[in-house]
């Protein structure tokens, strides 16, 4: 079973507008961590955004957004004021066996959603 | 600057040929990881590794090998045995924190003729 799902394989936004990218995940740990990351048409992984299971308030960090719902397992992206830059690949990505945040971990990846921000 | 270094950024191989990926960090990272992405994918895991001389097989390890002689550095042997190489090959590092996200090379893209 797929632990990250990503269920649109591209999205579309216009300049200025604002966007949610979903991602649903399935684990029976109680503690974990949930990443957004960027990934431009260079290649390179950019970290975006982090919420641990146990934070009682949603992850912001400027101009994104993590809605963390976690009783239906969903730990949507939004990208408010959409620019030309934000236009690449994105993943959301899971680290099980949180623990508090203290621990290394190898994070399993979703399969990405394509945005595309049009001017 | 501190950050990952991976190379080469390209490297074309014929079949059968090993070869082998460098990833060297300056970040002073414990840990390091190398992950595979396919064209549409996601990034799969190939080998960790939390300490020097010491390292873990990820979900998709066969038909590769890893070293950890030294904290800054970890690279990676495509064998021959790797069944289907091309890919794009990503190295990262991360700290034990609460986040401890990951921190990302480049990446090297193989393809194998």
């Known amino acids: 079973a797929q632990k990250i799902t990503q269920t649109q394989p591209g999205m579309f936004v216009q300049e200025k507008e604002a966007v949610t990218l979903d991602c649903t995940y399935d684990?029976?740990?109680?503690?974990?961590?949930l990443f957004w990351y960027k990934q431009p048409s260079s290649g390179e992984m950019i970290f975006l955004i982090y919420q641990g299971s146990y934070d009682q308030q949603n992850a912001t960090e400027g101009r994104y957004s993590l809605n963390f719902q976690k009783a239906r397992k969903s730990a949507n992206l939004v990208i408010s004021a959409s620019q030309l830059g934000d236009s690449a690949m994105y993943f959301c990505?899971?680290?099980?066996?949180?623990?508090?945040?203290?621990?290394?971990?190898?994070?399993?990846f979703g399969q990405g959603t394509i945005l595309t921000v049009h001017p | 600057d501190g950050g990952i270094t991976q190379s080469p950024k390209y490297l074309f191989r014929k079949e059968g040929q090993n070869v082998t990926l460098s990833c060297e960090q300056n970040l002073n990272h414990d840990a390091m990881y190398w992950y595979r992405q396919d064209p549409g994918q996601g990034l799969r895991l190939i080998y960790y590794?939390?300490?020097?001389?010491?390292?873990q097989k990820g979900d998709i390890a066969e038909g590769y090998s890893v070293s950890r002689e030294k904290k800054e550095s970890f690279p990676l042997t495509v064998t021959s045995a790797q069944k289907n190489p091309t890919a794009f090959y990503l190295c990262?590092?991360?700290?034990?924190?609460?986040?401890?996200?990951?921190?990302f090379g480049e990446g090297s893209r193989l393809t194998v003729l």
């Open positions: 684990t029976s740990d109680p503690s974990y961590g």
């Open positions: 990262a590092s991360s700290i034990m924190a609460r986040t401890g996200e990951l921190f």
């Open positions: 590794s939390q300490i020097v001389n010491d390292f």
């Open positions: 990505a899971m680290r099980e066996g949180d623990a508090g945040g203290t621990s290394y971990g190898k994070l399993t």
